[in-house]
């Protein structure tokens, strides 16, 4: 059952959540927010297929708990791609906050938020992630991760300031309940699989995030 059901999930999450993004750069009405967060989607959608195609064939084909070297290396990539994509959808996600509220950025967590993105590029980067032959070496996945939780935390200070109104009341917790659905697959999936299945709520709190900005397309900001 869960070979069929949860790539099948990974899959109407994909195309949920790239759909989101297009209708809402289309019915935009040039409102800049709906722009970058649309956009945001998008790039996050596009990122995970990347991981999650991959993981859903390993599941289908029952191969995920021993995998070939040829499915490691997907999805050793796929991990490599979907977190420098998740990363540039909290950035754009950031953007997103101050277009909506029509004020300036604070240069100060420009700086902040420009050395994290550069700094969780540089830890994705170094050789001993092992992407090519999916590395499981906690303690790197543990360390490139760091800037990208700081990161997280700043956006959850900020939605919970800046985006409290309606549609984005609870965005601040689904951001939240994002990495806590995150963190466990960075330590443990490399030892079991089941870990994994996280990344099914970690999915939904994504897709709820989508949902809230095409609410949005019929209010007025």
Known sequence: MRKIMEPGFYFIYLIAIITFGIIMIAKSKKRLHLITFGIACIILGLGDAFHLIPRAVGLFTGSLEAPSATLNAYLGIGKLVTSITMT??????????????????????????????VARIVLLALPQNEWAINGGNVTIGIIRNIPFVIMGGIMVYLTFKYMSDKPYGILWLLIVLSFLFYIPV????????????????????????????????????
Do not use: E
């Open 88 to 117: 540039l959808f909290y950035i754009l996600l950031y953007v997103t906050i101050y277009k909506r509220r029509k004020r300036a950025r604070s240069t100060f967590l420009d700086i902040i938020m420009g050395v994290l993105l």
């Open 186 to 221: 960075v330590i443990w999936a490399g030892t079991n699989s089941l870990v994994g299945m996280l990344m099914l709520p970690k999915t939904i709190c994504y897709l709820i995030i989508g949902i809230l900005g095409l609410i949005d397309i019929k209010t007025k900001n």
